[in-house]
């Protein structure tokens, strides 16, 4: 079945530098990927979607990029600030017909002043 | 626009009993689906819905139940509760079967 693995342990940077945070998956070919952003005790709120024919795409501060043949997306938020610290996870459509999306256990970003 | 709702916020259960969680979509979005969240883990897909129709299961029992009405507000239903069933459940809802979803603030369901 499908894997999708988020870096467990919390990253904490400093106020400005650049955060990369990494999602690798196995056993899978999605069709597409997104982040989320899930702040505690709130739902996730979606930041960026990906399809597999681009490589990356850009928000803002925010950039994403998807490599299909190294199964791994990264997700790159610049000028970093404190209101970036929050839990981010990564999710991929469904292995069936993309009718669910399959999440990342998240990653804890912690950005401080 | 006022964003995905659900009801009730909290929810405090005993094992064996039953319980009806309550989501409403954005409006216009035609799809809505179901996640449960265990803490520190990220949301397991439940049900997805679009027009009505079920459109996905994910791998829960069958005490687990869900349907969307005309109005495309969705009700999920947990029968017979264990402790396991404790968690965050997530309503989100989409305008179009698959790409990004929309969530709720979720409903923290616990089990005693």
């Known amino acids: 079945s499908q894997k999708i693995e988020q870096n467990s342990e919390a990253l904490n940077i400093q106020e400005g530098k650049t955060a990369t945070l990494t999602c690798n998956y196995t056993?899978?070919?999605?069709?597409?990927l997104q982040w989320y952003r899930q702040d505690p005790g709130r739902g996730p709120v979606f930041l960026l979607l990906i399809r597999e024919n681009e490589k990356e795409k850009r928000k803002e501060r925010l950039k994403v990029t998807f490599d299909t043949t190294l199964k791994q997306s990264l997700f790159h938020i610049t000028a970093s600030q404190p209101a970036d610290s929050a839990t981010y996870l990564c999710a991929l459509d469904g292995d069936n017909a993309g009718n669910m999306l399959t999440f990342g256990g998240g990653t804890r970003l912690m950005v401080k002043p | 626009d006022a964003g995905v709702t659900q009801s009730p916020t909290h929810l405090i259960k005993t094992r064996g009993q039953h319980v009806t969680l309550r989501c409403s979509p954005i409006?216009?979005?035609?799809?809505v689906s179901w996640y449960q969240q265990v803490l520190g883990q990220g949301p397991q897909f439940i049900f997805q819905?679009?027009?009505?129709?079920?459109?996905g299961r994910g791998n829960f029992p069958d005490r687990f139940s869900a349907r969307q009405f005309p109005n495309y507000s969705s009700e999920l239903n947990v029968n017979a509760l264990l402790l396991g069933d404790s968690a965050l459940y997530l309503c989100?809802?989409?305008?179009?079967?698959?790409?990004?979803?929309?969530f709720g603030p979720g409903t923290r369901l616990t089990v005693t």
């Open positions: 819905y679009y027009e009505k129709e079920e459109r």
């Open positions: 989100a809802s989409s305008p179009r079967l698959i790409y990004e979803q929309y």
């Open positions: 409006s216009g979005h035609k799809s």
């Open positions: 056993n899978y070919s999605p069709a597409y």
